[in-house]
């Protein structure tokens, strides 16, 4: 059998063959229609990759002195003895071999200019590949060893997968987690490579149209297998948003040159404005150390003189209400034992803050400490109570908030 046109160019390189005009085709074996050159016998090569994704080709064939191998984007074909496709070959090898030959990438010629044979370029890369080999006798004139016809090339299949993990708002305090309409919002997103390569030249783009500071793009550093990093973003809330609107937000990932994933967020407006409108004291469950409240000579005492103040964050005095003098302290004859006017404006809260409701008695030295009790607004956010009712050890009340 007749090598193939392609490789003539090189048979000046091995004239160490002993090419002669003259040698009669040796003894064919049976025809076998699965080979690339029926009239050979099965090449003993088999191609794979070496830890690093690179292709490589592993000869152990006694049988075959020089060898040729290549890779195509295409099954190769051959007619008559005659390889007919050879503006499919974009690499080739070709060269001496010995019975345990190891073939890399690197030592043959790529044909086309444009590919780079790379693990990166296999990320992007979805192309179909094949190759084949075959080799000759030490005559050099006929090809006597081939691989099979149609042999799909084995490439890097390893990718990077960029992947939004976490989403949180950054706030004053752990617990700051409110959206609240006109106002403005630090968000964190951290993002994880959850592929087997690495990602290379991440660039993250956020857009929402009713943001006006979107969209973003936020440039990431190259994350290892496994290796995660965060942005934080800053943003405004559009004003115009209500209690229970959701703001979505489009989460696209780019990476490694062609590579890239998606993601959204969804912002759930959760934050009203809420005040206080009226504080009522029920009743005092227990004795002060005195025994009696206000005592005069005994038997003679009177009822407490009560009055509550509102603190703030920051142990602030956001309000301190008028006392209520001689409460009769009668529960349950007396189901209300403190009933102060209504605020009025009514005391804004915010949602996550900690306010705490003190109740006193007035005295003429030192005022005599009842009860307290303390809240978060936005613990009662997703049933907007109106009306809230504390029975503690120490006091029994009703606190009213106003929700819009």
Known sequence: MKMPKIIFGFLALFASFGLASCSEEPNS???????????????????????????????????????????????????????????????????????????????????????????????????DYFWAAWGWDDTAQYITHSTPKSQALLVPGEKPELRLIETTKVGAAPNDTLLVPGAGINLRFVFENLGDAKAIDPVVRIANSSI???????????????????QTVNFTIPPDFSFADTLVLQIEMFYNNCLSSQAEVSLVVNALSVCITDVKLIDIRYLPPSILWDPLA???????????????????????????????????NTPVMGDWPDL?????????????????????????????????????????????????????????????
């Not at 060898?67 to 051959?78: L, T």
């Not at 009177?302 to 302290?329: F, N």
């Not at 009025?344 to 030295?365: A, E, G, M, R």
Request: glycine letters at 6%.
């Open 212 to 230: 006006s500071e979107f969209p973003v793009t936020l440039a990431l550093d190259e994350l290892d297998i496994g290796a995660s990093a965060s």
């Open 29 to 127: 074996p049976d025809e076998n229609s699965a080979l690339l050159y029926p009239q050979s016998t099965e090449m003993n090569i088999i191609q794979r990759l070496s830890p690093e994704g690179q292709i490589l080709f592993e000869l152990s064939e006694s049988g075959v002195q020089l060898a040729f191998v290549g890779i195509f984007d295409s099954a190769p074909k051959v007619e008559d003895g005659v390889l007919i496709s050879e503006e499919d070959l974009i690499w080739e090898w070709f060269g001496e071999v010995g019975p345990n030959s190891e073939i890399h990438l690197e030592e043959g010629d790529l044909l086309d200019s444009t590919l780079v044979f790379s693990p990166v370029f296999f990320q992007c890369d979805s192309s």
């Open 298 to 332: 005994l038997p003679i005492f009177y009822p407490p003189d009560i009055y509550y103040e509102v603190i703030g964050p920051g142990e602030t005095q956001m309000y301190l209400s008028s006392v209520i003098q001689d409460a009769d302290d009668d529960f349950p």
């Open 344 to 404: 009025t404006p009514c005391l804004s809260l915010s949602l996550d803050s900690t306010y705490v409701i003190k109740f006193w008695d007035d005295d003429l030295d030192n005022d005599d400490y009842i009860g307290t009790h303390s809240f978060k607004p936005a613990d009662f956010l997703s049933t907007q109570q109106e009306l809230i009712e504390v029975t503690n050890d120490e006091i029994q009340m009703e606190l009213y908030l106003n929700w819009e």
